[in-house]
């Protein structure tokens, strides 16, 4: 079995020797299993759990994977990447999965940014009166009809080409993340033009804004919110410093419905008065 960090992700193997080394000398002298037993006695944990943590299975992480996450919780086991202490059992299997979603990211995300950079390249070639400016506002209305850019460009046959293959990978982007923030976060529903901007984020920036997503999935009652914008209700919340993000609650749950920064929010203010 494995334990993995509920606030950025890391995941550590669940064994003998973690427990081991968390507990430190406490074992000197004891075999394993006698010790194993003794650590454990008066918890209400018995042998088959002790099985568990060390050989694993998905059905005995099922079984007890709740257990041992919150007897480690109140052992004070952090974690060693952002010192949280929240942790879920997950599967080695489960793991390796979510871990191969994120390479499988890490991947579409580069190609989404070469396609951008090909579809700048080309505007700018149509006609240099297009700033950064707009081209970062193109990029968030690239779906909507009749755009003002694109009333303006003079080769509309490469442009729709570019434009088709950059919406796909965008889509196989959304689709990623879509995957793996369901099974971390459960509670949290992402609309499209949140994930857009999730797969936009940078490593670190990513990082910080998934820790947010921790705390909302696991403890939003001990979050701190502003005020809703006005006229909706919908919350700006904040990561990395310029981050922004902006959230709707719905029951026990949570709608992420636009991710960006500071030079997006003018957009994505403009886009949270119109839908919402
Ligand atoms: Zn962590």
Same mark, same amino acid.
């Given at each position: 079995?494995?334990?993995?960090?509920?606030?950025?992700?890391?995941?550590?193997?669940?064994?003998?020797?973690?427990?081991?080394?968390?507990?430190?000398?406490?074992?000197?002298? @004891?075999?394993? =299993?006698? =010790?194993?037993?003794?650590?454990?006695?008066?918890?209400?944990?018995?042998?088959?759990?002790?099985?568990?943590?060390?050989?694993?299975?998905? *059905?005995?992480? *099922?079984?007890?994977?709740?257990?041992?996450?919150? =007897?480690?919780?109140?052992?004070?086991y952090t974690c060693k990447k952002c010192n949280g202490n929240k942790w879920m059992p997950i599967s080695e299997e489960a793991d390796i999965e979510l871990n191969r979603y994120k390479t499988e990211e890490?991947?579409?995300?580069?190609?989404?940014?070469?396609?951008?950079?090909?579809?700048?390249?080309?505007?700018?070639?149509?006609?240099?009166?297009?700033?950064?400016? %707009?081209?970062?506002?193109?990029?968030?209305?690239?779906?909507?009809?009749?755009?003002?850019?694109?009333?303006?460009?003079?080769?509309?046959?490469? =442009?729709?080409?570019?434009?088709?293959?950059?919406?796909?990978?965008?889509? &196989?982007?959304?689709?990623?993340?879509?995957?793996?923030?369901?099974?971390?976060?459960?509670?949290?529903?992402?609309?499209?033009?949140?994930?857009?901007?999730?797969?936009?984020?940078?490593?670190?920036?990513?990082?910080? @804004?998934?820790?947010?997503?921790? &705390?909302?999935?696991?403890?939003?009652?001990?979050?701190?919110?502003? %005020?809703?914008?006005?006229?909706? %209700?919908?919350?700006?919340?904040?990561?990395?410093?310029?981050?922004?993000?902006?959230?709707?609650?719905?029951?026990?749950?949570?709608?992420?419905?636009?991710?960006? %920064?500071?030079?997006?929010?003018?957009?994505?203010?403009?886009?949270?008065?119109?839908?919402?």
């Amino acid at each position: 079995m494995k334990i993995r960090c509920r606030d950025c992700g890391h995941s550590e193997t669940m064994n003998k020797e973690l427990i081991l080394t968390f507990l430190g000398g406490a074992a000197a002298g @004891f075999g394993f =299993w006698a =010790w194993v037993s003794f650590l454990f006695a008066g918890t209400g944990f018995a042998m088959p759990l002790c099985i568990a943590i060390v050989v694993g299975g998905p *059905a005995l992480v *099922a079984k007890y994977g709740d257990e041992i996450v919150e =007897w480690l919780a109140n052992k004070g086991y952090t974690c060693k990447k952002c010192n949280g202490n929240k942790w879920m059992p997950i599967s080695e299997e489960a793991d390796i999965e979510l871990n191969r979603y994120k390479t499988e990211e890490a991947v579409l995300k580069n190609t989404l940014s070469e396609k951008e950079l090909e579809i700048k390249e080309f505007l700018s070639e149509q006609n240099n009166l297009f700033s950064i400016e %707009d081209l970062e506002h193109y990029f968030n209305e690239l779906e909507q009809k009749d755009n003002t850019i694109e009333n303006l460009l003079k080769d509309k046959e490469k =442009w729709e080409v570019l434009k088709q293959s950059y919406t796909q990978t965008q889509e &196989q982007v959304n689709q990623s993340f879509k995957r793996r923030f369901n099974v971390c976060y459960p509670s949290l529903i992402f609309n499209k033009r949140a994930l857009k901007g999730i797969g936009r984020l940078n490593e670190t920036a990513l990082l910080k @804004f998934e820790q947010k997503l921790g &705390q909302l999935q696991h403890r939003s009652d001990q979050l701190v919110y502003r %005020d809703k914008i006005q006229g909706t %209700d919908i919350i700006e919340m904040d990561f990395n410093q310029s981050g922004r993000f902006y959230i709707q609650k719905e029951g026990a749950s949570f709608h992420i419905v636009c991710v960006g %920064d500071k030079k997006t929010q003018l957009d994505d203010l403009k886009f949270i008065k119109n839908f919402y």
